[in-house]
C-alpha cells in the first residue's frame, strides 16, 4: 500500500497565479480530508468528502480556495489567485469510515504540499 | 462542540528520561481518542488510539496513553525517550455526533537533550 499520495511536495509560486495541489488517497478510503497547517494556526479542516461528495467546506477560508474529487481516487485543491498568506503546508488524508460512522481507523496523512507563494 | 487542549506547547527532556505528554478534551460522552507523530517535514503518523475497554493502550515506538474518564484526559507516555523522539506530538477527537470529524489539539513540540 503505497499510502495517500500528494504532489508537489514543494510549490513556490509568484502572488496571482493560480496552484493545484493533488491527492490520490488509499483505494477503497470512502472519506478524504484537506488540512491546512501553519505556525499560528495549527492544523485546520479545509474540506471533507465522503464517497467523493463535499460534506463539510466550512473551512475554506474564502472563495480563492476550491476543491473537487471526481472519483474515488483523486482530489485537488485549487487556489486561484494564491496569495502570500496562503503559505503553507497543505495535508490531504484519507479514511475507511463512511458519514455518520465512528472513525474506529483514524486518518492516514499524506507527506503534505509545502506552498510558498511569494 | 468536542474540542481537545494540549496544555503543552513545548517540552523538553533528556534522552533517557521518561515522558509524558497531556491532553484534555471536552466531549459529553465516551469519544475516540487517539494521539498522531508528525516528524519535521513529514505528515500525521498514528501512534495510537481508544475506543473502548482498557484503558491502558499501547502503541508503536513503545508508546503508551490512559484514557481517565473522571479528569477527561488522554495522556501520552513514554518510560525512556530517544532522541529519533522528538518531533510534534498531536492529540485528537472523534465521535459519533460528529460523524467522522477528528478534532485536532494544538500540539506540543517535543525536544529531546542528549
Known amino acids: 500500500d503505497a499510502g495517500v499520495i500528494q504532489s508537489p511536495r514543494h510549490e513556490v509560486t509568484e502572488m496571482g497565479q493560480e496552484v493545484t495541489l493533488r491527492c490520490k488517497p488509499i483505494s477503497g478510503h470512502n472519506s478524504l480530508f484537506w488540512y491546512r497547517q501553519t505556525m499560528m494556526r495549527g492544523l485546520e479542516l479545509l474540506i471533507y468528502?465522503?464517497?467523493?461528495?463535499?460534506?463539510?467546506d466550512s473551512g475554506m477560508p474564502e472563495d480563492r480556495f476550491s476543491a473537487k474529487m471526481p472519483n474515488a481516487s483523486f482530489s485537488t485543491l485549487k487556489i486561484q489567485p494564491s496569495e502570500p498568506r496562503d503559505s503553507a503546508v497543505y495535508f490531504c488524508a484519507s479514511s475507511p469510515s463512511g458519514q455518520g460512522a465512528p472513525v474506529r481507523g483514524g486518518y492516514t496523512f499524506g507527506s503534505g504540499t509545502r506552498l510558498t507563494v511569494v | 462542540a468536542q474540542s481537545v487542549t494540549q496544555p503543552d506547547i513545548h517540552i523538553t527532556v533528556s534522552e533517557g528520561a521518561s515522558l509524558e505528554l497531556r491532553c484534555n478534551y471536552s466531549y459529553g460522552a465516551t469519544p475516540y481518542l487517539f494521539w498522531y507523530v508528525q516528524s519535521p517535514g513529514q505528515g500525521l503518523q498514528l501512534l495510537l488510539k481508544?475506543?473502548?475497554?482498557?484503558?491502558l493502550v499501547q502503541g508503536i515506538k513503545g508508546f503508551e496513553a490512559e484514557f481517565k474518564r473522571s479528569q477527561s484526559s488522554f495522556n501520552l507516555r513514554k518510560p525512556s525517550v530517544h532522541w529519533s523522539d522528538a518531533a510534534e506530538y498531536f492529540c485528537a477527537v472523534a465521535s459519533n455526533n460528529a460523524g467522522n470529524m477528528l478534532t485536532f489539539g494544538g500540539g506540543t513540540r517535543l525536544m529531546v537533550k542528549p
Open positions: 481508544y475506543f473502548s475497554g482498557d484503558t
Open positions: 468528502f465522503n464517497n467523493n461528495v463535499p460534506i463539510d
